[in-house]
């Protein structure tokens, strides 16, 4: 587990022995929310495609139920992943659908592939997992959907339209879900901001990574721990009257329109 995402204690007793399902689970906020559950003592079982990182994580977090190989871009695949979910731990009561790529492109440089891989892994992927979630959850008498949106999907940002495009879905998937499936299901997005993650890392260098954080209010990126700590409250009993929301948790971020100054541009020459 990357530095900064160890779980933190456990807070929320009425989450012990919950079934908890995290896609995208094997590194960054994913891997922190599992953990961050784990600690909880929910049963947990992590989605993911990167099979490489299995066993490491196995090691790091002894106490998942299972990790289950799925491409949640492919329907077929979700749907086999969720009868594993239910042979692992009966059924589902959260689902953290966190599974995400990006792209750090142009516009008019992206590529048809690459528009339909970023949307189909981010919005697609969140409609198959949540569609699975929530017919098991209404069939149980009710459960929690979290998702893992952006401030990328509140305002806009060079350089990432695909990206953002399927964030702003995710959070209107996430309204309409939450105003059909009340009063049984709860379902909210949460909408990090700069986030310390392997994904942050791979596209900013360290001197953009400084920029950033000496424009963010806080001053500095969210740790993955920190999101992990806002999916627990959402999904225990203190969250109970939340749903439809689309929660930033960014730093300050928002308050001043930061996502679209041009500080993020350095390869312009902008500051």
Request: net charge negative.
């Amino acid at each position: 587990m990357q530095t900064g995402s160890t779980p933190s204690l456990a807070r929320h007793p009425d989450l012990a022995g919950r079934r908890v399902v995290v896609t995208g689970g094997l590194s960054g906020i994913g891997v922190a929310t599992a953990g961050r559950f784990v600690a909880e003592g929910s049963r947990v079982v992590v989605l993911d495609v990167d099979a490489a990182r299995a066993a490491a994580v196995e090691a790091e977090l002894p106490g998942l139920a299972g990790i289950v190989s799925c491409d949640v871009a492919d329907p077929a695949a979700v749907a086999a992943a969720f009868a594993e979910v239910d042979r692992l731990v009966g059924g589902v009561d959260v689902l953290v659908a966190n599974a995400g790529i990006s792209i750090r492109h142009r516009f008019l440089d992206i590529t048809p592939e690459e528009w339909r891989r970023v949307l189909a892994v981010n919005l697609d992927g969140v409609f198959f997992c949540a569609r699975e979630a929530a017919r098991r959850m209404v069939a149980g008498g009710g459960g929690a959907i979290l998702m893992t949106a952006s401030t990328n999907g509140v305002v806009g940002h060079p350089f990432y339209a695909d990206y953002n495009a399927s964030k702003a879905g995710v959070i209107l998937l996430a309204r309409s879900m939450a105003l059909e499936l009340a009063p049984t299901v709860r379902v909210n997005a949460v909408c990090p901001g700069y986030v310390l993650t392997p994904m942050q890392q791979a596209e900013y260098t360290p001197e953009m990574l400084a920029a950033t954080d000496a424009k963010i209010p806080l001053r500095r990126h969210a740790r993955p721990d920190e999101v992990a700590s806002l999916f627990a409250f959402l999904a225990s009993d203190e969250g109970a009257y939340i749903t439809g929301a689309a929660i930033p948790i960014d730093g300050g971020e928002l308050a001043g329109g930061l996502a679209s100054r041009d500080w993020i541009r350095p390869d312009l020459g902008l500051t």
